[in-house]
């Protein structure tokens, strides 16, 4: 058994897919299908379920698939900490990223961390299934940092940061009948057809929540896997109106922003390992990013880095 065998059957087992599984681990298909199934004939059992249009773990695949994940995170530490005696920080960080990141310049800082340690490879991955699936990725040990949006638990595994909070506000096209008013309460924009995001994200979670709380049901009649961009488009062509946060509104020179009566707020948490099992780079990484959310007050307050505002 060598660990380019378990890399692979993780990224399968992760994937449930040979032809993205490919594209992740950078080898063409049919080597990674030998590899899989090599793996198979060397333990004497099925790891995966074929027989489906969609492959799927067996239940000795899914058992494997948690040890292989801790033999690939223990070698990769081995290897991690061996850098600091060369010099230079070398190794991988799987980053869980967002669709949105409020007033923080997360490109940026990771530019930054690039330039500084150009050794480190850098894995963005970007979930479709909201934070419960990178809370799970870190505790199980295929994701190093993840920033969460409106977490749904803090599990005791993990350190939860909190990096920012805004208010979410009520952004419409200025001939909307509540473009003019200062402010609006939700129970009056109960009837309106929303543009959001699916389901399973926390910031489609948390506007959910809110219309609740005021006793009405919110009325989501487009979800948009994609950015505050595309939500916008929709909004500025007359197909709905949308709760963003205020950050990305202010971003938006064709749209009018409302604020709220009741105060609606998105939190965003960056997501780790306890400091004793994060790697010299993800711990670095992790640094980086709590810097730029310092700086990311201080512009919205007009202070400086570590000048606390009251």
């Known amino acids: 058994m060598e660990l380019r065998q378990l890399e692979h059957f993780v990224a399968v087992a ?32 099925e790891l995966l379920d074929r027989t489906r249009q969609q492959i799927s773990l067996t239940a000795a695949g899914d058992r494997f698939r948690t040890y292989a994940l801790g033999v690939l995170r223990e ?18 960080v799987d980053f869980g990223s967002l669709i949105s990141f409020g007033p923080m310049d997360v490109a ?34 295929s994701l190093d940092l993840a920033l969460i949006s409106v977490p749904n638990r803090f599990p005791p595994q993990l350190e939860m940061r909190l990096l920012f909070e805004e208010p979410m506000v009520f952004v419409c096209r200025p001939d909307h009948p509540v473009a003019r008013r200062r402010r609006v309460s939700l129970d009056v924009l109960g009837t309106e057809d929303l543009v959001g995001f699916p389901p399973e994200f926390g910031l489609r979670r948390l506007t959910d929540d809110a219309f609740r709380a005021a006793g009405v049901q919110a009325r989501t009649q487009y979800e948009v896997p994609a950015g505050f961009a595309a939500v916008a488009d929709l909004v ?32 965003v948490y960056l997501a780790s390992p306890p400091a004793d099992r994060m790697t010299p780079a993800t711990a670095r990484l992790a640094d980086t990013l709590l810097d730029e959310a310092v ?16």
Request: net charge positive; no cysteine.
């Open 295 to 310: 700086r990311a007050r201080a512009r919205r307050y007009g202070t400086r880095p570590g000048i606390d505002h009251p």
């Open 75 to 92: 070698a990769r530490n081995a290897v991690d900490v061996v850098s600091e005696f060369r010099g230079e920080l070398s190794g991988t």
């Open 14 to 45: 992760e994937e449930l897919s040979f032809t993205r599984a490919a594209q992740r681990v950078h080898v063409v298909q049919s080597a990674l299908s030998s590899s899989v199934a090599k793996l198979e004939r060397e333990l004497g059992v």
């Open 236 to 267: 500025a062509n007359g197909l709905g109106t949308a709760l963003m946060p205020a950050s990305e509104a202010r971003r938006l020179g064709n749209l009018t922003a409302v604020t709220l009566e009741t105060a609606v707020i998105w939190q």
């Open 108 to 141: 940026r800082a990771l530019g930054d961390f690039h330039r500084a340690h150009p050794h480190v490879r850098l894995r963005l991955r970007l979930s479709q299934s909201g934070a419960s699936a990178y809370l799970s990725g870190l505790i199980e040990g």
